[in-house]
C-alpha cells in the first residue's frame, strides 16, 4: 500500500453510537491531520499530530477524540455524534522539516464520509 | 477573520482556453507557504503547486503556475490551455509557521467546469 489510506470509506451511525475512523500513512511522514470537509463550508482543521504529540485541537468538541498511537496511524473517535457532524473527514500527512524550511505539502486520504441519524 | 479568501464560487471555462482562479490571504507571519489543490469529484484532494513567502520566482508545474504577487497577498493559479478533466473544485491553502506544527488553513474553494 502506498499514500494515505483511510477506512472506512463511508460511514453511517445513530447519535448514540460509537466508532472510529482509520488513517495509515505509508510515506514517513512525521505530522498527521484530521480535516472535516461539509457542504458550504471550507475545510475545517480539527487535529495535527507531529511525531505523536498532539499539537493542535482547533476548538473541536469532545465527542471527537483523536488517537496517534505511533507516526504511521491516526484515529478519530467518535461517539454522540450530532446529525450537523455529518461530513467528509479527511486524513493527511507531511514531513515537517521546521519553521520555515521546507514545502510541508499535505498528502489526502480518500476521506471517510460520515453520516450521523 | 477569514485568512484565505476565494472570491469565485464557480467559474466556467472553453476547452483549451486559459483559466485564472483567484486567491488571497491574510498573515502577519514573514515565513509562509502557499498552496493549491485539486479536488475531483471522487473527493480525494490533489496537491497542485506550492510557493514559499521567501522564493523569488513563480512556481510552475507543468500547465499549472501560480501568479504570485506578494505586496498584495495574492496568489493565483493559472491552468493554461484548460482539458475536460480539469473540471473539479480547486482549493488555495496557506501554511502558517507560527506555531511548534505547521499549520494548513483551506479557502472555500472554486468549482471550475470546462465546457467541451
Known amino acids: 500500500e502506498t499514500g494515505v489510506t483511510q477506512t472506512p470509506r463511508h460511514l453511517v451511525m445513530g447519535m448514540t453510537n460509537k466508532k472510529s475512523l482509520k488513517c495509515e500513512q505509508h510515506?514517513?511522514?512525521?505530522?498527521m491531520y484530521w480535516y472535516k470537509q461539509s457542504a458550504k463550508k471550507p475545510l475545517e482543521l480539527m487535529f495535527v499530530?507531529?511525531?505523536?504529540?498532539?499539537?493542535e485541537n482547533n476548538s473541536v468538541p469532545s465527542r471527537f477524540s483523536p488517537e496517534c498511537p505511533n507516526s504511521s496511524h491516526l484515529f478519530l473517535h467518535l461517539h454522540t455524534l450530532q446529525p450537523e457532524d455529518s461530513a467528509l473527514y479527511l486524513c493527511?500527512?507531511?514531513?515537517?522539516?521546521?519553521?520555515?524550511?521546507?514545502?510541508?505539502?499535505?498528502?489526502f486520504g480518500a476521506g471517510s464520509r460520515l453520516t450521523v441519524l | 477573520a477569514q485568512k484565505i479568501t476565494q472570491t469565485q464560487p464557480g467559474m466556467f471555462v472553453q476547452e483549451k482556453e486559459a483559466v485564472t482562479l483567484d486567491c488571497t490571504y491574510d498573515?502577519?507571519?514573514?515565513?509562509?507557504?502557499l498552496f493549491w489543490y485539486k479536488q475531483p469529484s471522487s473527493g480525494e484532494m490533489i496537491f497542485l503547486i506550492y510557493?514559499?513567502?521567501?522564493?523569488?520566482q513563480n512556481a510552475t508545474e507543468g500547465r499549472y503556475s501560480l501568479n504570485f504577487q506578494k505586496a498584495r497577498k495574492s496568489a493565483n493559479l493559472v491552468i493554461s490551455a484548460s482539458q475536460l478533466g480539469d473540471s473539479a473544485m480547486y482549493f488555495c491553502?496557506?501554511?502558517?509557521?507560527?506555531?511548534?506544527?505547521?499549520?494548513?488553513?483551506f479557502g472555500s474553494g472554486t468549482r471550475l467546469s470546462i465546457r467541451p
Open positions: 493527511a500527512s507531511s514531513q515537517q522539516t521546521g519553521r520555515g524550511t521546507g514545502a510541508n505539502v499535505l498528502t
Open positions: 510515506l514517513g511522514h512525521n505530522a
Open positions: 491553502a496557506m501554511r502558517e509557521d507560527d506555531s511548534s506544527a505547521s499549520k494548513i488553513i
Open positions: 510557493q514559499g513567502s521567501y522564493d523569488q
Open positions: 498573515t502577519s507571519d514573514p515565513s509562509y507557504g
Open positions: 499530530y507531529s511525531l505523536e504529540e498532539r499539537v
